[in-house]
């Protein structure tokens, strides 16, 4: 019995060394263990034995079966690690993006900073009236900048605003004070094209009231945020300038990345370049707004995202930005 | 504007204790952007005072001549010249061998022949004037052999301002204003002008002004017996090196004087003058201006008339007949000041902007005036000592100007600067500049020069920006907001917009373009759109603001095709609808033809996918009433969500899509964005699942002449506790593969339910009148 089991044994281990396919396992495994199998049929004839019998060999039958059953186990797992998948691992197949804007990427980054020094951000409207974009901001009638020759006026009275700081009245309106917004969205200027100049782009707005707010504190949001943006420890000044809804009103330089501050044709040799028109909240807006002047004081910015977006990724022609060129949008993977 | 700082230091006290090659960093700091700084005299030397002692004829040349010029050696020197203004005893401007004029050398030279030793100059050559009439002509007194540049300006420093940043300072479209300025930021002082005071005790000139809002103020005066009308050297290398042409004495004092004080003024010659008056033009009058241009007058210019004539366009430019003649020894000075709106005006409906009407439109102090014509009779009259005044200085002046006075308290000048300020230093500030100002206990009271009050200084404020700018804007120090942390009332839209753009490149690929807020109308000429809408006035094309993003995009669409043969835009922008703005999310879909329904199902997709992911909403489509004739009138889809429209899916025409290229599809998407920002987010619950494991079971339904749409109405129809969802997960020809998801609370689902609901389900299919591959 001995000789008989263990050749039973022997068989099915070089079987199955042999079989190198899982149908011919399973076809192994019911030869010699299932139900048919001679195995199992010695099992059956055990309760035909002596009691004698049956205690000699009882527990070697099973205990047989049982190793046989797990040397097909063994196999078949052996089988199943040894189908690794080939392929050709050098296939190398070109990146498809989509892109974001690249106003919208500068946007994002620069309200992002603000929203960390406490700035909401809003948005107005692009077709504003006269009293939004004019007259409430302290612009009066006969002013310049009133003039056709700058300003998109509409069939129904109304203006493609010329300017964000519409949203300052809106977000007056709105909050009331104290307030810290900012706007980013689209301007309109009737403008001949071409690689410098576009009759629409975009710009952000900034504006800041509470009691007590001075010039400094102006200084320090713009020399941060430049900071931010540019990843660089740029300088700020501050320059007189004139815009009617502020007083006193500044134009703001910055260091110029290119060269330094050294000079160059970039900045025209001064080693700054303008980038802001600033200044502290005139009275008139303030009081169009609903915030008593002799309350509150305030500071507002605005400056192209256009432009510093054509500055930040070195665009050199401005007009690619509202081409819908996706072959050159492309370029702007998401941030 | 240019300006010249020898000007400059003539009006200032010690002048030679500032830095004039440096200081224009800090004026640009303190007053106005200074564009550039160019250091004048150094392009020639070695030129003396020499004097023609013999002058013969040239043999080899018709005009040119042989002299003899002294100029201090011990011998006069041989030079050859073809000016025709040599004589003996001219004394001029020599250059000597080895001198240079812009970097060349003078050699000594045949001319036709002759040795030409070193050469006689015009004022052009050596770059000082633009005169090339002849070689300068020295006065007798000079000295022979002495260098030139002793005698004339010739050294000095040009300074060029940015004009735009002087637009709010009509102050300092002169010299004498920039001075003051020096003056105020390097604490020196600012000398008064020579003048020549004016009897009145002769007769008035006959001058009326008729509109005294538009002409505020009309100086004249009458000066007789000019003899001398030669402009001295000095000045025309003055004029030259502010970047005006010399023409005659007369006209050049005109210009000296707007060059010095800003004011520009009009000598007539007085023969022609009988009376002025000052009044509005006809409509559609011709006159002719001294530039020999007809021009066309509307009612609104105000103009100067003499007699009945037309005499001169109001601050902007004067007429051929009152120019100043060679034989003019008598003329009629006009210092005047007018309104600059109305100037800025007439200059730009007649595209003539002058330097006179630029600072006019700057508005000007009328209270300069009769200073300015002092100021020029003193000057005319230093090259005219013989001149005889011949009337009243005559001012019409109806409504005088008068200073103004601003109280400006010392809280708010603290608070703005962040810093106090001594009384001394604020009063120092502003005297400097030409305020008055009386110290208080908590303010301060200034008077406001009229010379500053016509345009920048109304208000405390304005007083505020003076005394932080002289005090240095480079003294402020940034200094961080305080700390604040109420919630603030909040706007989505921005972030709601940059959730969905960057979702849309990120996940489906897509490209964001920007596009204009206008129609492309020659794109919808050519797509024969006609669309009616806000229109921008003053324009022909491209004037119709857009209602539809998505087709104000198709040109984008046009240009993308060129290189991609499918690609995804996308664009968040206004769009001008029943007069108002509204924010609109367009996607476009583009592909070859027959990929039709794919982008159709894609574009269902997405939205789906947009409000699934961002609102937690679900999404229906329900067939689109399309009134648009460049959509597809059968197909498109209006999505709603919550019941309520919020877009539409519509694909373009095909003669529309044609035009833009051949073979192509294209499916927009249009979402209500004001909408979509408005729209809660669905709070997202947790659902409790069942312990008992769910079983799925895939059917094909074959639809012969009905669609998806029917067959989810007869699955409606068909009810079972097992059902747990269904779906439809392909759709190969005809055939439609929906798997349903089926499960129990209760136990786990045993093949004899599993048969039960198969045959039921198959019953439901049959009884509905469509077939079911079994």
């Known amino acids: 019995m001995e000789e008989k089991l263990s050749k039973l044994k022997e068989e099915l281990k070089e079987k199955l060394a042999t079989a190198t396919k899982e149908a011919d396992i399973l076809n192994i495994k019911s030869e010699y263990v299932g139900k048919k199998s001679e195995i199992s049929s010695i099992l059956s004839s055990l309760k035909d034995m002596s009691i004698e019998d049956k205690k000699k060999y009882g527990s070697l039958i099973n205990n047989t079966k049982k190793e046989m059953e797990d040397l097909v186990t063994a196999r078949l797992e052996e089988l199943e690690n040894e189908s690794e998948i080939t392929f050709d691992d050098t296939v190398d197949f070109e990146l498809v993006t989509g892109s974001l804007h690249p106003v919208t990427i500068i946007a994002h980054e620069i309200t992002d900073i603000l929203k960390r020094m406490g700035f909401t951000v809003v948005s107005g409207p692009e077709m504003e009236s006269e009293y939004y974009n004019f007259e409430a901001l302290n612009v009066p009638k006969d002013h310049p900048a009133r003039d056709m020759q700058d300003t998109y006026f509409l069939d129904n009275g109304m203006v493609l605003r010329t300017q964000t700081s519409d949203n300052q009245i809106h977000a007056m309106e709105n909050f009331g004070a104290p307030l810290r917004i900012c706007a980013p969205g689209r301007v309109f200027r009737n403008e001949d094209l071409d690689a410098n100049h576009e009759n629409t782009f975009y710009q952000i707005e900034g504006m800041v009231i509470d009691k007590g707010v001075t010039i400094e504190n102006l200084l320090y949001v713009m020399q941060n945020l430049l900071k931010e943006v540019f990843h660089e420890d740029v300088k700020v000044r501050l320059r007189p300038g004139f815009f009617p809804f502020t007083e006193p009103s500044y134009e703001m330089d910055m260091s110029c990345l290119i060269c330094g501050g050294k000079g160059c044709p970039t900045c025209k040799n001064s080693g700054w370049i303008e980038m802001v028109g600033s200044g502290m909240v005139h009275p008139n807006v303030l009081r169009a707004g609903g915030i008593n002047p002799e309350e509150y004081t305030g500071f507002a910015f605005g400056f192209g995202l256009t432009r510093l977006a054509m500055m930040k990724y070195k665009i050199n022609d401005i007009r690619v930005l509202n081409s819908g060129n996706i072959r050159y949008l492309k370029e702007f993977n998401l941030k | ?774």
Request: glycine fraction near 4%; charge should be negative.
């Open chain 2, 1 to 774: 504007m240019l300006i010249s700082c020898n000007k400059l230091k003539s009006h200032i006290k010690n002048p030679e204790d500032i830095d004039w090659l440096n200081i224009w960093d800090t004026f640009t700091l303190r007053t106005a952007e200074v564009e550039k700084v160019t250091v004048k005299g150094d392009t020639f030397d070695n030129v003396v005072v020499g004097e023609i002692k013999e002058c013969i004829p040239h043999p080899n040349s018709d005009h040119m001549h042989i002299l003899q010029v002294d100029y201090g050696d011990k011998e006069p020197i041989q030079v050859v010249c073809g000016a025709n203004n040599v004589r003996v005893g001219l004394k001029t401007a020599y250059i000597k061998v080895g001198g240079h004029i812009d970097g060349m050398e003078i050699k000594a030279r045949p001319l036709r022949g002759i040795l030409s030793n070193g050469m006689c100059c015009s004022g052009r050559e050596l770059g000082i004037s633009d005169d090339h009439n002849g070689i300068i002509e020295a006065p007798d007194d000079w000295v022979v052999g002495t260098d030139i540049k002793d005698y004339l300006p010739v050294r000095d420093i040009i300074v060029e301002i940015d004009n735009k940043s002087l637009t709010n300072r009509p102050d300092l479209w002169g010299h004498y204003g920039i001075a003051r300025e020096i003056c105020a930021i390097t604490n020196h002082e600012l000398l008064p002008l020579d003048i020549l005071e004016i009897e009145n005790n002769k007769e008035d000139l006959n001058i009326v002004i008729k509109d005294d809002n538009l002409c505020y103020r009309y100086t004249g005066l009458k000066i007789d017996n000019i003899k001398n009308n030669k402009t001295p050297l000095e000045m025309q290398i003055f004029l030259f090196y502010v970047g005006m042409r010399s023409i005659s004495l007369l006209v050049d004092l005109t210009n000296v004087l707007m060059m010095e004080l800003g004011t520009p003024m009009h000598a007539f010659d007085a023969r022609v003058v009988k009376n002025i008056e000052v009044g509005l033009a006809n409509e559609g009058d011709i006159y002719t201006t001294l530039d020999g241009v007809e021009r066309s007058l509307t009612s609104d210019m105000l103009m100067i008339k003499n007699g009945d004539q037309y005499f001169g366009i109001a601050g902007v430019m004067g007429g051929l007949d009152s120019e100043i003649l060679p034989d003019t020894t008598s003329i009629f000075l006009e210092s005047a000041c007018f309104n600059a709106a109305s100037i800025r005006r007439t200059a730009t409906n007649l595209g003539l902007r002058t330097e006179a009407s630029a600072r006019y439109e700057k508005s000007l102090d009328p209270n300069m005036t009769d200073l300015a014509i002092k100021r020029l009779a003193y000057l005319l009259k230093e090259q005219n000592p013989d001149m005889v005044i011949a009337s009243n200085l005559t001012d019409i002046y109806p409504r005088k100007l008068k200073e103004e006075q601003i109280i400006l308290d010392k809280k708010t000048l603290s608070i703005y600067m962040g810093r106090t300020l001594e009384d001394e230093e604020v009063k120092n500030i502003l005297e400097k500049l030409g305020f008055k100002v009386k110290i208080e206990n908590n303010y301060y009271d200034v008077t406001v020069p009229t010379f500053r009050a016509t345009k920048d200084i109304k208000i405390k404020e304005d007083l505020i920006e003076e005394i932080a700018r002289i005090y240095g804007l480079e003294n402020f120090i940034p200094k961080p907001l305080k700390l604040d942390l109420t919630v603030k009332e909040h706007e989505t839209i921005f972030n709601q917009e940059y959730e969905v753009k960057r979702l849309l490149a990120e996940k489906y690929n897509m490209h964001e373009v920007h596009s204009y807020i206008w129609y492309d109308t020659d794109l919808l000429k050519e797509l024969n759109i006609e669309k009616d809408n806000i229109k921008i006035l003053g324009k022909e094309t491209n004037n119709i603001l857009r209602d539809d993003l998505s087709l104000s995009l198709m040109n984008i669409v046009r240009e993308n095709f060129k290189n991609y043969a499918n690609f995804k835009i996308f664009e968040i922008g206004t769009v001008i609808n029943n007069n108002s703005n509204k924010r609109v999310l367009s996607i476009i879909l583009t592909d070859k033809e027959t990929n039709l329904e794919n982008i159709y199902n894609e574009a269902k997709n997405i939205v789906k996918y947009i409000f699934k992911v961002l609102k937690n909403k679900e999404v229906t489509f329900t067939n689109n009433v399309n009134e648009l004739p460049y959509y597809n009138d059968t197909l498109g889809k209006m999505i709603n969500v919550d019941e309520n429209k919020i877009g539409q899916i519509n694909v373009l025409t095909k003669s529309c899509t044609n035009k833009l290229s051949k073979k192509k599809a294209i499916v927009t998407i249009d979402i209500d964005f004001d909408k979509y920002v408005t729209l809660p987010k669905e709070e997202i619950l947790s659902k409790e699942i069942s312990k008992y494991p769910e079983v799925e079971l895939d059917y094909t339904i074959i639809l012969e002449d009905k669609k998806y749409e029917d067959l989810k109405e007869v699955l409606k129809t068909f009810l079972s506790k097992l059902i747990r969802s269904y779906r439809l997960v392909e759709v190969y020809e005809n055939k439609y593969m929906i798997r349903y998801t089926l499960g129990s609370d209760f136990k786990t689902l045993e093949q004899k339910d599993l048969q039960t609901f198969k045959d039921r389900f198959i019953k439901h299919i049959k009884d509905n009148g469509l077939k079911i591959i079994e």
